[in-house]
């Protein structure tokens, strides 16, 4: 049996801050563990896209799924992804903006379903505010 297996996500995002502007030029993006900050891609209608992939160990399906990788944050029974808007420079606080995408309602018939349709486990996180604690609506999309 593998000891990891790869998993395409993919965030919906209208780029719009989610609070008042800083007034500085910012870099938006998915955030990886280094701080580095990746754009998205535009989509017809001016949406941007994010693709990433994650890691998730094997599981029985009794355990909740495990993630891992350059863009999992947070302890392994409970990660998460984040948009961030980074300030521009070397800074003691570079972030203007960071919004916390738990990990936690991705299931296992997800993660098999987007494995055998080559697809991607999708939200379209449009309005999500910075300390947002609803769950995220998770989708296999193509």
Do not use: C, N
Not at 55 to 74: I, M, T, Y
């Amino acid at each position: 049996m593998a000891d990891k297996q790869t998993v395409k996500f993919r965030l919906i995002h209208d780029g719009v801050e989610p609070g008042p502007t800083v007034g500085e030029p910012l870099v938006f993006g998915v955030q990886d563990t280094s701080k580095a900050v990746h754009p998205g891609h535009k989509m017809p209608g001016g949406m941007l896209r994010f693709d990433i992939t994650l890691d998730v160990k094997p599981g029985d399906g009794r355990e909740p799924p495990r993630f891992s990788g350059s863009f999992a944050h947070g302890p392994s029974a409970g990660r998460f992804l984040y948009l961030s808007w980074k300030r521009h420079g070397e800074r003691s606080d570079p972030w203007a903006w960071r919004i916390k995408i738990p990990l936690d309602a991705v299931t296992w018939p997800m993660i098999h379903e987007a494995g055998r349709a080559g697809t991607a486990i999708e939200a379209l996180l449009i309005g999500r505010r910075t300390h947002a604690r609803e769950p995220v609506a998770w989708r296999v999309r193509p």
